[in-house]
């Protein structure tokens, strides 16, 4: 009868390996995130050009209200966030105030208006469900 071979009982690697084993991945996982972030210096590029900001008119006050209270899709810094929420209340009070019995209008100002006036907001809501 032939025995079989052997079979070593540690298949792991050599204590010595163990450090470079290691220090090999973390470097491997640098690379790779840092291959997959999006270039920061891309080089010269055209700077971005500041969309002007619409004039609020009675003609299109409502499609201002209507229109601003879609998200950006690109990101704007707290003090044109601020003043796009101010030209959204005061185009959608202007349209309201300019049809009076538009429920869905009513319901537009009613959102725009800040927390403050919470209890306003709720009774125009209520007229406007009614």
Do not use: H
Not at 44 to 49: I, N
Not at 61 to 78: N, R
Not at 81 to 96: I, V, Y
Not at 97 to 115: D, F, I, M, V
């Amino acid at each position: 009868m032939v025995t079989p071979p052997k079979i070593p009982a540690n298949d792991s690697i050599p204590p010595a390996m163990r450090p470079i084993v290691i220090w090999a991945g973390i470097v491997a996982a640098l690379v790779v995130t840092v291959l997959s972030l999006p270039l920061v210096f891309s080089g010269p590029g055209e700077p971005k050009v500041a969309q002007p900001e619409p004039v609020l008119t009675p003609e299109n006050a409502v499609e201002l209200c209507q229109q601003l209270f879609d998200e950006p899709k690109e990101y704007i810094d707290d003090a044109a966030k601020r003043r796009r929420w101010d030209l959204r209340r005061d185009s959608c009070k202007m349209a309201f105030e300019a049809t009076p019995a538009n429920a869905e209008l009513k319901a537009a100002y009613a959102r725009s208006l800040p927390y403050e006036r919470k209890a306003e907001a709720v009774a125009m809501f209520r007229e406007a469900a009614s």
